[in-house]
């Protein structure tokens, strides 16, 4: 079993930034992907990004793309994601995830353990 445990949300007013973090409990398994999705009353579990831990390769949702990182550190164990110019749009419930396939995946389904998810609030 892994846990995840997600750390960092907040408020914050538009234009501003917050970095989100992700920490595993233990190494999961040797090739796996870690993504962030966010919640919000209008939309389940929307992807927003995701990182290969072996080769690094990263997919972003295109509503993130350019103002959002995501990032790694294997000693930690951990997963990052560094949100620049946040807009109100962006506040939601943001969960880590999971996934043991090969393919980074945008599908939510294919992600096995999640993270119990961080508020965050972006004012205008």
């Known amino acids: 079993q892994v846990q995840l445990v997600e750390s960092g949300g907040g408020l914050v007013q538009a234009g501003g930034s917050l970095r989100l973090s992700c920490a595993a409990s233990?190494?999961?398994?040797?090739?796996?992907?870690m993504g962030w999705f966010r919640r919000t009353p209008a939309k389940e579990r929307e992807f927003v990004a995701a990182?290969?831990?072996?080769?690094?390769?990263?997919d972003y949702a295109d509503s993130v793309k350019g103002r959002f990182t995501i990032s790694r550190d294997s000693a930690k164990n951990t997963v990052y994601l560094q949100m620049n110019s946040l807009k109100p749009e962006d506040t939601a419930v943001y969960y880590c995830?999971?996934?043991?396939?090969?393919?980074?995946?945008?599908?939510?389904?294919?992600?096995?353990?999640w993270g119990q998810g961080t508020q965050v609030t972006v004012s205008s």
């Open positions: 233990r190494r999961t398994f040797s090739t796996y992907t």
């Open positions: 995830a999971v996934d043991l396939g090969l393919r980074i995946s945008r599908n939510w389904f294919e992600y096995n353990y």
């Open positions: 990182i290969s831990w072996t080769s690094g390769s990263t």
